[in-house]
C-alpha cells in the first residue's frame, strides 16, 4: 500500500458554540486509499468530515482550532479560497441530494462553475463522471429528464457522479449507503474500492462489516475522541484498545 | 380480556367524532357554497352581453348595446405588465435579501414591509398622485394621468407580497440542498441562483399569481392615476382599466351598461383565471425541462 500522506490532521478540536464535538483530533490520511470512520451515533465524526472540506464555516458560533493540512497545504490559511478547496475535497452525503434539473445538469453543474470544459469535451465529461459512478447504462437515453425522478440508489450515484465531475483529489462520504438497499450498497461498495486508484477516499460508516471490506485505514470515533486509528486490518483484527474491541464486537451500549 | 363490547366512554368518543366530522362537513360546504354562488351568479348575469363584439369593440353612446370594452381590457393588462414587471425584480432581489442576511437592517426592511403591506391601497394611489401626476399636471396642464403611473401604484402594492413568498418559499429549501453545492465549490450567489431558487420556483410563481390576483381588481389606486377613458389610448396617458369600466358601468343610469357591468366583472375573472392557469403551465413546462 502507497504511504504518501495526504491529509494530516494536528490537535484539532471542534466547538459547536460552547459545547465541544472533537477533542484534540491527530491523525495521517494517507493517499489512494480508502480511510473509514466508525463510532457511536453523535461521536462526532460527520463533524469531523466536515471540518476536511470546512462546510462547517457556515454554522454560526462554531469554532475550530488546530491545523488541518491537505498535500503540505493548511486549508484554513488566507490564501486558500473555500470553493478551491470544496473543489478538491469533494463530498458525497448520507441523503442523495439531486439538484432541481436534469440528470445531464446535475452532472454538468460543477464543471460549467468552474468553467472546466464546454461543448462537446462537457458532454464526454458528464459521460466519464457517470461511467465512473456505474450510471450511465442505466440513464444514457433519459440525459435530459429530471434527476428527481430516479430511484434513491441512482440518485446516490448521480450525486457521486456530480463529485467527480470537478476531478476532486479526495471524496468524503458520509454514510453514503446508509438510505440504500443492498444491490445498491454493493453497487456502490464497488465502486469506492474502484475509485481510490485515483482518489483517496474518506468515508463514515455505521456498517462495519463495510469498513472492514472496504477501507485501507480505519479510525474509531467516541464522544469526540479519535480513540485509535490504524490499519483496518489491526483494528478489526487486534484492536489495541478495550473501547474499540467492545465496539467493533458489539459490546458496546 | 378486555371486552369488546361498547362501553360508555366509547359511545361517548363516537358521537362526538361524528358530531364534529359533521361540523367541518358543514362549514367546507358553506364556504364552497358561498364561492360557487357567486361564482354563478356572475355568470348567469354577466353571459348576456358576453359575445365577439364586446371584446372587439369600444363603447357605443348610441347604442350602448353594441359597444364593447376592448380598451379596459388592454389597458388592465398593460397595467398588470407594469405591476409585474415592477414587483417582480425588486420583491424577488429583496425577498433573497431578506432570507439570506440577518441583522438589523433586515430586520428594519422585514419591518417596514409589513408597514407597507398594510397600507390600504388608495393611499398608495394618492401617493403616486401627489408624488407624480400632480407636479406633472402644474407643468403640463390637463396631463399627468398614465397607465404607467398606474402599473406603478399597483406594483408597489405587490412588493410587498412578492418579498414575502419569496422569502417564505426559500426558507422552505432544505439545508442539504445549500450543503450539496458548496460542497462543489459553488459559490454563494451561483448556488442561490441556479439551485435554490428553482427548487423555490413554483411556490414563487403562484405567490406572484396571487398577488396579482389580488391587485388586478384594485380600483382606488387607479381612479388617482390611470383616470379612465372612453377610448383607447397609449399607456403614457390616461388609459381605462376593467375595475374602472366595472364601477362606471355598475353606477351608470343605463340599463345596458348595468347589466354590461356583470360581463366586464366575469372578464377580469377569467383574465385573473387565465393567468394562474397559466403560471401553472409554465412552472410545469420548465420542470421537465
Ligand atoms: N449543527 C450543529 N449544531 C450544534 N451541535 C451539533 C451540530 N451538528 C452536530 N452537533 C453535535 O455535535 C456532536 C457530534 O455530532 P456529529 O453529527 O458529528 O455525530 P456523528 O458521529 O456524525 O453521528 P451520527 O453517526 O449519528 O451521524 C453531537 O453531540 C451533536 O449533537
Ligand atoms: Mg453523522
Redesign the interface.
Given at each position: 500500500m502507497q504511504t504518501t500522506p495526504c491529509v494530516t490532521v494536528q490537535n484539532v478540536s471542534f466547538w459547536y458554540g460552547s459545547n465541544q464535538a472533537l477533542f484534540d483530533i491527530n491523525m495521517t490520511i494517507p493517499q489512494h486509499a480508502v480511510t473509514a470512520f466508525i463510532g457511536p451515533s453523535g461521536c462526532g465524526k460527520s463533524t469531523f468530515l466536515r471540518c476536511l472540506?470546512r462546510?462547517n464555516d457556515?454554522i454560526d458560533g462554531s469554532k475550530m482550532t488546530g491545523k488541518i493540512e491537505l498535500s503540505g497545504q493548511d486549508i484554513r490559511d488566507r490564501s486558500v479560497s473555500?470553493?478551491?478547496?470544496?473543489?478538491t475535497v469533494?463530498?458525497v452525503?448520507q441523503?442523495p441530494?439531486p439538484?432541481?434539473?436534469?440528470i445531464y445538469d446535475n452532472v454538468a453543474?460543477?464543471p460549467r462553475?468552474?468553467q472546466l470544459a464546454r461543448g462537446r469535451a462537457l458532454d464526454e465529461l458528464v459521460e466519464k463522471c457517470l461511467i465512473d459512478a456505474a450510471l450511465w447504462d442505466e440513464v444514457k437515453d433519459k440525459l435530459?429528464?429530471?434527476a428527481m425522478a430516479l430511484s434513491g440508489g441512482q440518485q446516490q450515484r448521480l450525486?457521486i457522479a456530480?463529485?467527480l465531475s470537478?476531478s476532486p483529489d479526495v471524496i468524503l462520504m458520509d454514510e453514503p449507503c446508509s438510505a440504500l438497499d443492498p444491490n445498491s450498497t454493493h453497487r456502490i461498495e464497488e465502486l469506492i474500492t474502484r475509485l481510490k486508484n485515483e482518489y483517496t477516499v474518506i468515508i463514515v460508516t455505521h456498517n462495519l462489516q463495510q469498513a472492514k471490506r472496504i477501507s485501507d485505514m480505519t479510525g474509531f470515533f467516541l464522544r469526540g475522541e479519535l480513540v485509535e486509528f490504524g490499519s483496518s486490518e489491526t483494528v478489526f483484527g487486534t484492536p489495541a484498545r478495550k473501547e474499540t474491541d467492545d465496539y467493533i464486537n458489539g459490546r458496546f451500549g | 380480556m378486555t371486552s369488546l363490547a361498547s362501553t360508555p366512554v366509547l359511545f361517548q368518543r363516537r358521537v362526538l367524532n361524528a358530531l364534529f366530522q359533521a361540523l367541518c362537513g358543514i362549514c367546507a360546504v358553506i364556504a364552497i357554497a358561498v364561492l360557487g354562488y357567486v361564482l354563478w351568479f356572475l355568470f348567469r348575469q354577466g353571459i348576456t352581453y358576453f359575445k365577439p363584439s364586446f371584446f372587439t369593440r369600444l363603447p357605443d353612446n348610441v347604442n350602448p348595446a353594441l359597444g364593447g370594452i376592448k380598451h379596459s381590457i388592454l389597458g388592465s393588462v398593460s397595467i398588470l405588465g407594469i405591476a409585474l414587471g415592477i414587483s417582480i425584480p425588486i420583491g424577488i432581489l429583496s425577498g433573497i435579501y431578506q432570507a439570506e442576511a440577518n441583522g438589523k437592517l433586515c430586520q428594519i426592511v422585514r419591518f417596514l414591509t409589513d408597514v407597507l403591506n398594510g397600507i390600504p391601497s388608495i393611499v398608495i394611489g394618492l401617493f403616486i398622485y401627489a408624488i407624480w401626476i400632480l407636479p406633472y399636471a402644474q407643468k403640463h396642464p390637463g396631463q399627468g394621468y398614465s397607465g404607467i403611473a398606474g402599473g406603478a401604484a399597483l406594483g408597489i402594492m405587490m412588493i410587498p407580497l412578492v418579498m414575502r413568498t419569496t422569502d417564505e418559499m426559500l426558507h422552505l429549501v432544505p439545508q442539504s440542498l445549500w450543503d450539496a453545492s458548496l460542497a462543489l465549490g459553488t459559490p454563494r450567489w451561483r448556488t442561490m441562483l441556479f439551485v435554490v431558487l428553482p427548487s423555490a420556483r413554483n411556490g414563487i410563481v403562484t405567490g406572484i399569481m396571487l398577488a396579482l390576483a389580488r391587485v388586478a381588481g384594485e380600483t382606488a389606486p387607479l381612479l388617482f392615476t390611470v383616470l379612465g377613458n372612453e377610448f383607447l389610448g397609449p399607456i403614457t396617458g390616461p388609459v381605462d382599466a376593467l375595475p374602472l369600466r366595472l364601477y362606471k358601468y355598475a353606477t351608470s343610469s343605463d340599463p345596458v351598461q348595468n347589466a354590461m357591468a356583470w360581463s366586464t366583472a366575469l372578464t377580469l375573472i377569467l383574465i385573473v383565471l387565465i393567468l394562474s392557469i397559466l403560471a401553472r403551465f409554465l412552472t410545469r413546462a420548465g420542470k421537465r425541462s
Open positions: 472540506n462546510m457556515r473555500v470553493e478551491a478547496l470544496r473543489r469533494g463530498m452525503f441523503k441530494v439538484f432541481p434539473m436534469s453543474f460543477g462553475t468552474h435530459k429528464s429530471s450525486c456530480r463529485t470537478v | -
